[in-house]
């Protein structure tokens, strides 16, 4: 008795089915089709997403962390953007806190709404204090900024909006702790 994987398909489309052995299926997936026949020669094979892989860790391009926007335009329709964030975040927070929700996972839910809204207000002020803060407070080695020179008050606030990550992360750990808390009651 053959004990390989065995699996029907037909020897021809539309006509009687016979008995195909797993090698033979594999067989004609490598060569270029799947398994109703048709061909498969567009997409990339295993061996060409995994070079790219490679090629991507090994050869990484530079990540620029701030992104900046073409002109006033470009800041005001993204602070807007965060105004709208916020609003829709805090509308939520709201009505949470109305309906009084006290199941599990709401907890944790409110918290990374709290954070969420805590980011936007610490981003649009970032965002505006970077168009105040003079340049010369940037100090640049060629094109590059390497630091930031810190002399008053405005300088430290806008340097703490740039760690914002301090909200970002706790943020989306509360949203998972929720969302496991859901996932383990439904």
Sequence with gaps: MNLRATQLSPSRPGRSWRRESSTGLLRK???GQSQSGR???GWPGASTLLLSCLLLLLLPAPALAVQIHGGAE???SHQIGHLLFLT?????????RRR???GAGWRPFRLFLCCIILWNITTI????LDEIIPPARFLRNGSMITSFRVTDLPDLLFYAT????????????FLLSALQRWSRYT
Excluded: E
């Design 125 to 128: 002020t970032g965002h505006w």
């Design 100 to 102: 009084n929700l006290q």
């Design 29 to 31: 997936l490598s060569w």
């Design 162 to 173: 740039r760690l914002d990550h301090f909200l970002l992360v706790p943020a989306f750990l």
């Design 88 to 96: 829709g975040m805090g509308y939520l927070l709201w009505r949470l």
């Design 74 to 76: 470009g800041l005001v």
């Design 39 to 41: 061909s498969t020669r």
